[in-house]
């Protein structure tokens, strides 16, 4: 018999959870539908089109949304001979306006099967000058969509030359509109005011899903991807309740029912439970904390092993100040060199930006004055499974470390080596 045979007891159709899948049907976003509808209407009507600011978490279903209604927008331009274009693009990390214009231009050249202009020996006036010339050959209404607009690191050009390019006399014969899709909304607060009040001309809000919703797109994907009754009763509604409780993602929702299947094809059951319901937030939550911690520097990681510590005790979040204090002793005590305070609160405020630390500002008025608090952002044992799986050298130091072993086990760490660990160093030297 061959080493490799097929899967057949668990999975109908495996790829149907992959992100890629793209669903038939759009489940629970119908007021959204309704209200981006009405802004795309113009567009089928012949006037100038809206330029709309999609935004919403992660996984709130934007981007599916998005694809779908102007699949049907295409559908309704066909029937009622609308001459509509619609180029649609990811933006980049860390892209620049020339860069995403290079992107647009390309895209629509090849749409129209014509050969992409090289990314590089261009000045942006020579690309917004092909954009514009493209844009008269082809005539009627354009869209562009912009997906993941937050990625573009200095948007202001782009969001301001292509609304305003007929305005401005660039462009003639065409109408054009743009939609600019982000996970975070603050990314308009550093946009020139122009951009900035073109974009928000037409702004649409997705909300995080709730578990009724998510169990109605998790109750249309599980029929499809797995055998009948191979689901048991519960799983669901379990997987759609996490995924709630998580961030309302639908991404996480189906990722958490792929893993669950394929948890019950490792054990070789026929069906899947609650248990691999569970099991599978765990390992989703501890591969992605593991990445994430293979991801930071050594210092970073004494910085998070320090929180960590803090966590355990139960007392987070812990002002920046205290944190060194302690920083400094668990560096001590690993025979490591300690970075600077003002190091410190940096590697601090990248792990809040790699979301693996939660940052509080509080303010205490006048006096007072404004500072930061710091916590974990994933579970301590996701932490602590996490960290020993990957076998980090700074995490393994502090796991042999007898009051960091008791405090995982209670909770509640040895009160005499977190003395140690809290005093201010000068009392330790
Ligand atoms: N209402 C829905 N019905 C069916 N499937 C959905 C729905 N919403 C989201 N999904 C699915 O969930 C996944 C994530 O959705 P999508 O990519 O649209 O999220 P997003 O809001 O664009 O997220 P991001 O900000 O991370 O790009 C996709 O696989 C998509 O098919
Ligand atoms: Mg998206």
Request: proline content about 6%.
């Given at each position: 018999m061959p080493a490799f045979k097929p899967e057949t007891s668990i999975f109908k159709d495996h790829d149907v959870l992959d992100e890629e899948w793209t669903p038939e049907t759009i489940q629970g976003r119908d007021k959204e539908i309704e209200t981006y509808h009405e802004y795309l209407q113009p567009v089928i009507n012949g006037w100038k089109p809206k330029n709309i600011f999609l935004y919403g978490k992660t996984g709130v279903g934007k981007t599916v949304v998005t694809e779908s209604l102007l699949e049907d927008l295409e559908e309704g331009a066909e029937a009622y001979d609308v001459d509509l274009s619609i180029v649609m693009i990811t933006c980049d990390n860390q892209s620049t306006s020339y860069q995403t214009a290079v992107k647009l231009l390309n895209q629509l050249l090849r749409q129209?099967?014509?050969?992409?202009?090289?990314?590089?020996?261009?000045?942006?006036q020579d690309i917004f000058d092909k954009l514009w010339a493209e844009i008269d050959a082809i005539g009627g209404t354009i869209l562009f969509v912009m997906d993941e607009i937050d990625n573009i690191s200095s948007p202001d050009d782009i969001l301001y030359q292509i609304p305003r390019a007929r305005k401005n006399n660039y462009v003639e014969n065409a109408r054009l509109g743009i939609i600019a899709i982000s996970n975070d909304y603050s990314f308009t607060e550093d946009l020139s005011p122009k951009a900035k009040s073109t974009l928000r001309e037409t702004e649409l809000h997705f909300t995080a899903y709730d578990a009724d919703e998510l169990e109605d797109i998790l109750r249309d994907r599980a029929e499809k991807a797995f055998h009948e009754g191979v689901i048991e009763e519960g799983v669901i509604q379990r997987i759609a309740a996490l995924a709630a409780k998580e961030a309302g993602d639908a991404r996480l929702a189906m990722d958490l029912l792929l893993e669950a299947g394929e948890t019950a094809v490792r054990n070789g059951t026929t069906k899947v439970t609650e248990e691999d319901a569970m099991n599978a937030q765990e390992q989703l939550e501890s591969n992605w904390v593991a990445s994430a911690i293979k991801a930071i520097s050594l210092q970073e990681q004494l910085a998070l092993a320090t929180v960590l510590t803090r966590d355990c005790e139960g007392k987070s979040p812990t002002r920046t100040s205290d944190l060194y204090d302690r920083y400094c002793n668990l560096c001590k005590e690993l025979a490591r060199e300690p970075s600077t305070s003002r190091q410190m609160r940096e590697h601090l405020n990248e792990l809040a930006f790699q979301n693996v630390?939660?940052?509080?500002?509080?303010?205490?008025?006048?006096?007072?004055?404004?500072?930061?608090?710091?916590?974990?952002?994933?579970?301590?044992?996701?932490?602590l499974t996490a960290a020993h799986r990957i076998e980090?050298?700074?995490?393994?130091?502090?796991?042999?470390?007898?009051?960091?072993?008791k405090a995982i086990r209670n909770k509640q760490a040895d009160d005499d080596r977190l003395e140690f660990l809290s005093a201010p160093i000068s009392e330790q030297n």
């Open positions: 129209r099967g014509k050969s992409p202009v090289p990314t590089t020996g261009y000045s942006q630390l939660n940052k509080h500002e509080r303010n205490r008025g006048v006096e007072g004055g404004r500072y930061y608090e710091f916590e974990l952002e994933p579970d301590v044992e996701a932490m980090s050298r700074i995490f393994d130091d502090v796991f042999v470390n007898e009051w960091t072993q």
